[in-house]
């Protein structure tokens, strides 16, 4: 690869890596996607402790570019809006 394309393809991953992951403090299921939820280690163990076994539901790839409070309501009884609630207190203890 030539040193200009090297460079192109550089910058292109910098600028955009702060679009994908959300800093640890700003998560939250209003606001993050549950992709980038699930890219987050401390992030997947908080929401696995309210829905075990959530990120290996092949139906979370389709919805992987939504927010759980979007799924909510779509869902209310299968995602509920108290155990986002609790996931939104853990997520804001992160760091």
């Known amino acids: 690869m030539p040193l200009n394309l090297k460079v192109v393809v550089l910058?292109?991953?910098?600028?955009?890596?702060?679009?994908?992951?959300?800093?640890a403090g700003s998560l939250s299921t209003q606001k993050?996607?549950?992709?980038?939820?699930?890219a987050n280690p401390q992030a997947k163990a908080i929401v696995e402790k309210?829905?075990?076994?959530i990120s290996?539901?092949?139906?979370?790839?389709?919805a992987k570019g939504k927010t759980?409070?979007?799924l909510n309501a779509m869902n209310p009884k299968g995602i509920p809006a108290d155990k986002l609630d609790a996931i939104d207190a853990e997520l804001a203890k992160l760091p």
């Open 11 to 23: 910058a292109a991953c910098i600028a955009v890596a702060p679009l994908s992951v959300a800093h």
């Open 32 to 38: 993050t996607t549950v992709g980038d939820l699930f």
């Open 68 to 70: 759980f409070r979007e």
């Open 50 to 53: 309210q829905f075990p076994g």
């Open 56 to 62: 290996s539901d092949l139906r979370m790839v389709m």
